[in-house]
């Protein structure tokens, strides 16, 4: 699983103009699906989420993660950021996992963020999403898992 992660001071996610998922200050992740991947890459990058040291002390260095700052995590299905870019001018989605099992993932992965930690909101797995977000640094860092 792949997640483009955002330190934000808001985020939200609409569908069809309708909010769906909000947060203030926190993280905005961009969850990717991959065919080899299982519910122990789930569970591996909910961990990273959750650990990921992005907000600053008190000496301004990046050494605090969401959960001591009881930040929010909204989690937002995005496919193509399994899409091989290496050649050519078209994305390949060879590698992305099929619907149903990127769909089961996603919400593996957001279930276990709700069971583990309060401040969790989603976006809608398949769904045109509008994401509006303020990007605070900017801060953006890629994790597999």
Do not use: C
């Amino acid at each position: 699983m792949i997640a483009l992660i955002q330190r934000v001071r808001m985020g939200k996610v609409l569908v069809e103009q309708a909010v769906i998922g909000e947060i203030e200050q926190g993280i905005v992740a961009l969850i990717g699906v991959e065919k080899a991947d299982t519910e122990k890459n789930a569970q591996r990058l909910l961990q990273r989420l959750l650990g990921y040291r992005i907000f600053s002390d008190a000496n301004d260095r990046m050494n605090i993660n969401i959960q001591t700052i009881q930040g929010g995590l909204l989690l937002v299905p995005q496919f193509t950021l399994v899409a091989d870019t290496k050649k050519g001018t078209k994305p390949s989605f060879s590698s992305a996992a099929p619907p149903a099992q990127g769909a089961r993932l996603f919400h593996a992965l957001v279930d276990g963020a709700k069971q583990t930690y309060q401040h969790v909101q989603s976006g809608q797995f398949g769904a045109d999403m509008q994401v509006h977000l303020v990007n605070d640094g900017p801060v953006t860092f890629w994790l597999t898992a």
